[in-house]
């Protein structure tokens, strides 16, 4: 027992440095996005207007964090992961019932979600670093022209350590996140003492009346209170990392007392100065401490861009073994941890987009905006997926499904609708990024669809290729050594394979069809990872072997194939004796039906970024054979 205190407590705290950065770090900059001056809507600030945003603030963040996401939400793991993807893959399970076009049109809406999570990690490192270098200002006016080269440096710096891993640093992350919690609630504490009637925001009464009497500004203001609720899909898409258990006594212990605490100290301080406005965050710490909260702000901003960044690299990889991206380079940059993973496309492209942010946008309420849209999509579409899987895998009552997501839907299209307003203001831009990956995943996957077609057309089927062998006169030389040609399935020959025997004429003592298959779960059972079939012959040296590996793992081939051996007799396996063929497709864009012509465009253009396979399957390069074909889409 006094073993595991500690370990449940050095989990909650390495959970406080990966889950909370985002949503932990919102209370810089929420207040302060819903009294701007210069928003198109702007909000006054007065008694009233304090009072019903602060109450708004608790009472979403209540509804929707702690409700939705940690109580009910995070129950909908698939064999211990979340996130969105992870709702996809349970409605496609053959375990939830419901009609095709309905699964449908629900996988689609989670794309889409994804695809703005995409959004999400590219803007959450430009407004949160933007809004702790902006501490500068309060400091001194004169440093403000130097915000944004500051913040593209850290940005530049961040990316550029991304190669390196989090394994090193990822140990501090945790402590870091706990003395800014503290921090945080120290100081928001100092505002309540000095005005200890805000206390009274925390009934509800006090955000219904202010939605009801002044329902103008707080509708508008809803774009910038749901900042309070950015960073809530973390808690979710990291469950595989930590479990529920630790992400929810950090929020119940630490994070969400510590943020509505700096909430109320800000809102008591702009209760006593209205000009407070300006940075209310800033404002509320002692000048002696303003320097290094500014430093310890920082920090939290590149750890709340780090957790983000490491989330798209997740959805990256998930959207690889799912059939929606095609193969990514990904680099594992920890022996210990599986998910701390390094996809360098990914990683650059992400960089360039926050820099483009940053140069375009120049400071944290400009970008408020389009974060908004980014985060009220997401949430929107979780609960839609979400109350699919109560009611079809769960089996609760229709009636209570449907009042719980009207419940949660009511209070989400406010947001979403607020939101709306901003769309000429920057909303429109989470939208453009969400739409753009969300064409370019679903055109590579039907791509793909269509090669494969093609493909198993051109190879032709593999039983009648390996009776054909036993039959040929005469018969086919037989070279030493094992020959591994990497196929989709059972079904059909590989194309390396048949090119081998038609056109040089031979083949390996041992061969082995190898066929990698990935699971709509996380992690692969390690019992029956591996099955050899000897396709009819026992003593032709030829077998396939199907290996399974769920889709947050990467297939290691040179391990199956250890594997493969100790069940297999018919296999002699010497790993420095052994060549591995690969067939690659040349893509071109065809007068072929199934998509439109900008769409193959699109798709052949997608699969330049292809990783090469030797690398993705881990192969010895010098032992790898490459033979080509060409398919027109």
């Not at 909650?12 to 929420?30: E, N, Q």
């Not at 375009?360 to 979780?382: D, E, K, N, P």
Request: with cysteine; proline share 5%; glycine share 8%.
């Amino acid at each position: 027992m006094n073993r595991a205190i500690p370990a449940r407590t050095a989990l909650m705290v390495a959970a406080l440095g990966v889950v909370f950065g985002d949503i932990g770090t919102s209370p810089i900059y929420t207040i302060q996005t819903v009294f701007n001056p210069a928003d198109p809507h702007p909000v006054a600030a007065s008694m009233d207007s304090v009072y019903g945003i602060i109450s708004l603030i608790f009472w979403s963040v209540t509804i929707i964090v702690t409700v939705k996401y940690v109580l009910l939400v995070m129950r909908a793991d698939n064999h211990g992961e979340g996130g969105i993807l992870a709702l996809i893959t349970l409605i496609r399970g053959r375990d939830v019932p419901g009609s095709r076009r309905t699964k449908l049109l629900l996988v689609g809406l989670g794309i889409f979600g994804a695809s703005l999570f995409f959004g999400d990690s590219m803007i959450t490192p430009a407004i949160s670093v933007l809004s702790a270098v902006e501490g500068l200002k309060v400091i001194e006016p004169s440093l403000e022209n130097l915000i944004v080269p500051i913040t593209a440096t850290i940005i530049v710096v961040l990316f550029a350590v991304q190669r390196l891993g989090t394994a090193r640093i990822g140990r501090f992350f945790g402590p870091v996140m706990v003395l800014w919690f503290v921090a945080i609630a120290a100081c928001g504490v100092s505002g309540i003492v000095s005005h200890p009637g805000i206390l009274k925001a925390l009934s509800p009464t006090y955000a219904v009346g202010y939605l009801t009497g002044h329902f103008g500004d707080a509708f508008f203001a809803l774009a910038a209170v749901v900042l309070a609720i950015t960073g809530a899909e973390a808690l979710y898409a990291d469950l595989g990392h930590f479990g529920r258990a630790p992400i929810t006594r950090a929020w119940l212990i630490l994070v969400f007392p510590a943020c509505i605490l700096s909430y109320l100290g800000q809102g008591a301080l702009v209760l006593e100065d209205s000009t407070a406005i300006s940075s209310p965050f800033f404002l509320l710490i002692p000048g002696w401490a303003r320097i290094p909260m500014i430093l310890l702000a920082t920090a939290a901003t590149v750890i709340a861009s780090q957790a983000v960044i490491t989330g798209a690299f997740s959805v990256a990889h998930q959207a690889v073994q799912l059939g929606y991206l095609p193969r990514l380079r990904i680099n594992y940059t920890s022996e210990e941890t599986a998910g701390q993973i390094y996809v360098p496309w990914i990683n650059w492209a992400l960089m360039i987009s926050v820099l483009t942010l940053v140069f375009a946008f120049q400071t944290s309420a400009a970008l408020a905006f389009a974060f908004g849209m980014a985060v009220t999509g997401t949430i929107t579409i979780t609960t839609l997926l979400f109350f699919y899987i109560v009611r079809h895998q769960w089996r609760k009552p229709l009636w209570l499904v449907l009042i719980g997501a009207a419940a949660f839907l009511v209070v989400e299209l406010l947001f979403l609708a607020a939101n709306l307003t901003k769309i000429t203001h920057g909303a429109w831009l989470p939208l453009l990024i969400g739409i753009t990956v969300f064409t370019v995943l679903i055109t590579w996957q039907k791509g793909r669809g269509l090669v494969t077609g093609k493909r198993e057309r051109q190879e032709g089927p593999l039983r009648d290729f390996v009776d054909g062998l036993h039959d040929s006169q005469p018969t086919l030389r037989r070279v030493p050594g094992t020959a591994v040609f990497l196929n989709r399935g059972k079904a059909t020959v590989p194309l390396a394979m048949r090119a081998n025997v038609e056109h040089n004429h031979i083949l390996h003592e041992n061969v082995v069809i190898l066929s990698i298959e990935t699971l709509q779960v996380p992690h692969a059972p390690e019992t029956n990872r591996v099955t050899v079939d000897d396709l009819g012959y026992i003593d032709d040296g030829i077998i396939h072997v199907s290996a399974q590996f769920g889709y947050m793992e990467t297939p290691d081939v040179p391990e199956v194939l250890r594997l493969a051996a100790e069940q297999s007799a018919e296999l002699s396996l010497d790993l420095d004796d052994t060549s591995y063929f690969l067939s690659t497709i040349e893509l071109s864009v065809g007068d072929a039906p199934g998509m439109t012509r900008w769409r193959k465009r699109l798709f052949v253009a997608t699969s330049r970024i292809s990783a090469d396979a030797a690398e993705y399957f881990r192969l010895p390069r010098d032992r790898v054979v490459i033979m080509g074909a060409r398919i027109s889409v």
